[in-house]
């Protein structure tokens, strides 16, 4: 391990899907709001791409979960992780947490940490929304990741 500290900018896309039969994303507990989703919690496990199509090649997925703790608010907390399969970031990860508004189209939330090249991690994503699809059941997001490491 090095010993000198590092920021690395990395940038690719998330695909989420919501419903359907290949579904990234799916309810585990059942939503007790229909306007917050109070109580709802989903499992995700999302393809990350190098463009914002989905087929524009592998950069790894994203595995986590999304749970609605506000009974006033349209808010959902995130606890997500970042598993690179490809290039010089092979094996490692970055965890983001935060609560994200899914009514934005710009959130940011922090990186609680890291394995591999990113041990020690620590930093920001920024994950903008480009892609708003009810009728595929799909949405899109370019995140710009930036991670403070050794």
């Not at 990395?10 to 306007?35: E, Q, R, S």
């Not at 808010?75 to 010089?88: I, P, T, W």
């Not at 930093?123 to 050794?150: C, M, P, T, W």
Request: aromatic share 12%.
């Amino acid at each position: 391990m090095t010993t000198q500290e590092k920021i690395t900018h990395l940038h690719f896309y998330m695909h989420d899907v919501f419903g359907g039969a290949n579904a990234t994303a799916i309810p585990v507990t059942k939503i007790l709001d229909n306007n917050t989703f109070y109580g709802g919690m989903f499992v995700a496990d999302d393809p990350l791409t190098l463009g914002p199509d989905r087929d524009s090649g592998p950069v790894g997925t994203g595995r986590g979960t999304y749970t609605f703790p506000s009974q006033n608010d349209f808010v959902l907390e995130m606890v997500y992780n970042l598993r690179f399969a490809h290039g010089g970031y092979n094996g490692s990860s970055l965890c983001l947490l935060g609560n994200i508004s899914p009514a934005s189209i710009v959130n940011e939330v922090a990186i609680a940490g890291g394995t591999g090249v990113f041990r020690f991690a620590r930093g920001y994503a920024v994950a903008k929304r480009i892609v708003l699809d009810f009728k595929a059941q799909l949405v899109v997001r370019e995140l710009n990741v930036y991670v403070s490491h050794y």
